[in-house]
């Protein structure tokens, strides 16, 4: 089947498996541990909160994340993309979904912790289920702007995936760049910024530090920031004249988003922690209990 497809243009065969060992990789991990999360809270009474809900539904985007990738490093074993223009643009679409809405998520729980924190009130299940329903229907209006004409979703450079159209820089995708990035990565950063920031003055007022304020927002930012970059070169230069090598490592790193986020929000977390320890092993831990009981 590898004979009857040439390699895409500027790629060597050991270039195109070691790609997909990457992804594959990437997606098996944050799959596995979203996976867990997700499973722990339908089976763990105690871990269905308001609050985790949310962790919940951004393990929910991490794992599509994850399914994603799975299709690209698959695509890459066979050094070409098999599901034709339309498997593309719907891969496009569900690539964008997924990590919107996950971008979003995160800005979700920073609001979620800084209500308890800081006003120590809790966020309500009527707000946690419009917050989450807010998340999806954004998401997926942003990611269905490609398909009508506003943007574009077309092959990366290993043409075994597919995701927004940056080579031209014209108007449409310009316009479109600039407004994505402002509603979908510039406010949930400035929220989670805020948030993590009071949360932060909380813990020096109480000598108590629950959590590294700072992991939230520097993970977001290194995962998803050089891939942003180049979207932003592509509005202002030509990016065909970078090596479509190195415009595949962004690609990469945004796809271990998924497991960053599992360590963060719910492997970091104690009340979440102690109930994946359950579930694994069936013993309750007393931490967890009593952070339920004040969450």
Known sequence: MGESHPLPEGFTELEMFGFGTVMM??????????GLTIICFHKIKELRTPGNFLVFSLALSDCG?????????????LRHW???????????????????????FAAAVACDRYHHYCTRSKLQWSSVI?????????????????????????YEPLRTCCTLDY????????TYLIALAFFNFVIPVFIML?????????????????????????SLVICWGPYSLLCFYAAIENVTFISPQIRMIPAVIAKISPAVNAFLYALR????????????????TEKAEVDNKTK
């Open 25 to 34: 990789a990437e997606a098996l991990l944050g799959f596995c541990l979203n």
């Open 65 to 77: 994340i994850c399914i994603n990738a799975f299709v690209a490093a698959f695509s890459s074993f």
């Open 82 to 104: 098999p599901y034709g223009s339309d498997g593309c643009q719907v891969h496009g679409f569900h690539g964008f979904l997924t990590s919107l809405s996950s971008i979003s």
């Open 130 to 154: 419009s917050m989450v329903l807010f998340v999806w229907l954004f998401a997926a209006f942003w990611s269905a702007m490609p398909l009508l004409g506003w943007g574009k979703y077309d």
């Open 167 to 174: 080579t031209k820089g014209d108007i449409n995708y310009v």
């Open 194 to 218: 805020t948030a993590y920031q009071s949360i932060d003055q909380k813990f020096k007022k109480t000598g108590q530090y629950k959590f590294n304020t700072g992991l939230p927002v520097k």
């Open 269 to 284: 977390n104690e009340n979440y922690r102690g109930g994946i320890w359950q579930f694994l092993t069936g013993q309750k």
